[in-house]
């Protein structure tokens, strides 16, 4: 492949000392990083079984609580008593079936599920514990160590995982930890019988999984239908007499990071519980959704008290809702239309299912409502706002998470239309709302004609000459950046550093590169993307290009800054085209693909398939090093479990041999995602700081 960056004529230079600088009118509007990344963030918001309670974890620069809103839904209280920036991420939150307790786990590694992380490197270790706590008021309690929590219907016993096994403790916390099954493979998916006297999981093998169910009363273990295939998401009927799942055809060879339109087509079956025979209840047509895709929810199949089953289907190309009759039968598609279901919530009633998708607004978040037996969805927001994570409250209210442009994201309630925040006074005085700039959506013209989205926050002494310019690079690849503050806690983060570089003098550029999500399969599946091509290259310098002809940007001053997928990109883009993008922060990102594919699938051998090792490393920074010229920011921390440590030594390794500047900043004991806000902030700082260096040299002195 001739990399088409040797026909793009010069931009800019590596260090621009005598470039010309837009004149600083605004400086009384500027804030500080500090101030704009001050606003907590909330994820995991739940609604209680009984009672109405609406919980949510709430990371407020590092620390992390919970918080509680109950019916009729005034202003929340804290509910637990955490006060450092210690890195102890909370998840994996479930109730107790009364609604007066909240059950949660505190530490561990909640991504690749390896060692215990120990970002803030305390000598005597960290733990990953499961903890209950009253919504009522009083300190947490440790039940046990381990993770996934599955509390049984009558409340009194709680299953959990610890080292891939299955044990069982008293949720009153009287008696000690059991270990109730010593099983083969590695547990999970934990799912209790209505009745509770079983227990459903998936037993993870090797390169296959098996649905289980463990009898409570005659001790012992029925799987459900085995066979070569992978099998997961037990769901159980309303009766507890069958469970559905999904199976998903084996495969002696995997692939990461290149297209997978199509493969051979997942299917539901249904087994008994009691005898394990089970039957393929439908299959997935080939072709375009023959290769499952998942929805953004605890289950992906729901058994409806209907008798229907719920489950997300790419068919059309997009990632929809789709509902039949549990004996099978044809599917009915709920959510018609050019446009992706995202975020889904439990099914309530035993018919409405609340979700929210980019339908109308293929840049944002709106919340819909629709029956299981089908007819038209109801929109129930609108507007400028994004919104996620819908639940139903009490009295059919709904509690959800939203954010817009200016305003960052928290919890509120939606009742009769009319949206309320639960926690207004959370958000400190001294953030800066009215300083922050709408970003406008903008399409860009790839290298090879592809049209793909972005978001452009202009300066606010916007009309004031030339400026500079950055392209922020979002990682993933399966993300989505959109008009307003962000979903995901690292993207809120990247939104705020947005905000501070545009703030202060910078057209900063945000770009939806093909491999992303939210415009549907082909776009998600591109033809030759990461290591079977790179072809989202095209994009980052189409984005290069737009910029450097826009009328407000000095084409000399380009630079561009992502994370992970994200900094794979930058270090693409400084690597192919360094005369277009003279500065560049790198962020944990991949440098040779070959390593980074052995991390999430272990089984691939470079050596087995020569021909695909080569167009992954030719689709790699390392193979177009010699082409670098611009400085480069290198930001990693050593304890990364999604992109190895040996990437920046690599590329470190590289850029000293090739005579490049650059800087690094290492963090001891972070992982990939950092879990402490001190490592965000000195990140950001050094990025913004190495960034105006370069591309404003009177502010970044």
Known sequence: MVPRHRRIQSFCFAVILGSFLVPRTLAARQFTLEQVMSAPFPELLTVAPKGGAVAWVLNDRGVRNFYVSMPPYHEARKVTPYHQDDGQQIAEVTWTPDGNFLIYVRGGDFDMGRSYPNP????????????IVSIDGGPPRRLAQGHSPAVSPGGGVMAYIFEGQIWTVRVDGKGEPQQLIHGLGKESSLSWSPDGGKLAYVSRRSGHSLIAVYNFSSKNIQYMDPSVDRDVEPAWSPDGSEIAFIRIPASSRAFAFGPRRAGFPWSIRVADARTGAGHQVWKADAGPGSVFRAMVAKHQLLWTRNGRLVFPWEKTGWVHLYSMPASGGQPLLLTPGNFMVEDVSPVSDGETILYNSNQNDIDRRHIWSVSATGGSPRELTTGAGIEWSPFFAADGDVALLRSNG???????????????????????????????????????????????????????????????????????????????????????????????????????????????????????????????????FNDVLGAGLYLAARPDVDGSRIGI???????????????????????????????????????????????????EAHLAFESSPAASVSGWRSPVLVIQGDDDRNVPFSQSIKLVAALRKQHVPFEQLVLPDEIHDFLTFRAWLKAYRASARFLNHYLQPQQGQ
């Open 561 to 611: 800054w992502g994370g992970s997928y994200g900094g794979y990109l930058t270090a693409m883009a400084l690597s192919r085209a360094s005369k277009l993008f003279c500065v560049g922060v790198d962020m944990h990102g991949v440098f040779d693909w070959n390593d980074v594919i052995r991390n999430f699938v272990p089984s691939y051998n470079p050596l087995a398939h020569p021909a």
């Open 120 to 131: 803030r490197s305390l000598p005597q270790g960290v733990e990953q514990d499961i903890w």
């Open 406 to 536: 200016r305003r960052p994201a928290r919890a509120a309630i939606l009742r009769n239309g009319k949206m309320t925040d639960l926690a207004p006074g959370l958000i400190p005085a001294d953030f800066p709302i009215n300083s922050l700039v709408r970003p406008r959506p903008v399409m860009i013209t790839a290298t090879d004609g592809l049209k793909t989205h972005g978001q452009i926050f202009l300066p606010p002494n916007d009309g004031q000459g030339k400026h500079p310019a950055v392209i922020f690079v979002h990682g993933g690849s399966r993300r989505q950046m959109l008009l307003g503050w962000h979903y995901m806690g690292y993207y809120n983060h990247a939104y705020a550093l947005n905000q501070y570089l545009a703030n202060h003098g910078d057209v900063v550029l945000s770009i939806n590169y093909r491999s992303g999500i939210g415009y549907g399969l082909d776009f998600r599946e591109p033809l030759n993307y990461g290591a079977a091509g790179a072809s989202e």
